[in-house]
Nanobody
Framework: QVQLVESGGGLVQAGGSLRLSCAASLRPFSSYDMGWFRQAPGKERDFVAAISWRGGSTFYADSVKGRFTISRDNAKNTVYLQMNSLKPEDTAVYYC???????????????????WGQGTQVTVSS
């Protein structure tokens, strides 16, 4: 059974930082491009960032470009999202997701991703 488990969420003040992790039971992990999405209450699930299977290509939503960094460690089956200069509007549940690398990295649609984690709450206070 495939599992994606997010961790690292929490409450932080505006301007602060958090690092999210997503541990995946995908085998082999390197066959999957990975993405992060977020969903605020009453809103749709939105694309945040994505990374190709080897980590050579990264993609970001305009709203987080320059503040967030996605990375992966294929030896640890883990993808990360470093979030700096956090803003109250970044408050949401953050989800990691996996898509087969044959699809092509950088997909911004939830429909492109095959596996999802349960999410981790990030709350940024003003």
């Amino acid at each position: 059974q495939v599992q994606l488990v997010e961790s690292g969420g929490g409450l932080v003040q505006a301007g602060g930082s958090l690092r999210l992790s997503c541990a995946a039971s995908l085998r082999p992990f390197s066959s999957y491009d990975m993405g992060w999405f977020r969903q605020a209450p009453g809103k749709e699930r939105d694309f945040v960032a994505a990374i190709s299977w080897r980590g050579g290509s990264t993609f970001y939503a305009d709203s987080v470009k320059g503040r967030f960094t996605i990375s992966r460690d294929n030896a640890k089956n883990t993808v990360y999202l470093q979030m700096n200069s956090l803003k109250p509007e970044d408050t949401a549940v953050y989800y990691c997701a996996a898509e087969a690398s044959s699809v092509g990295a950088g997909s911004r649609s939830v429909l492109a991703y095959e596996y999802w984690g349960q999410g981790t709450q990030v709350t940024v206070s003003s």
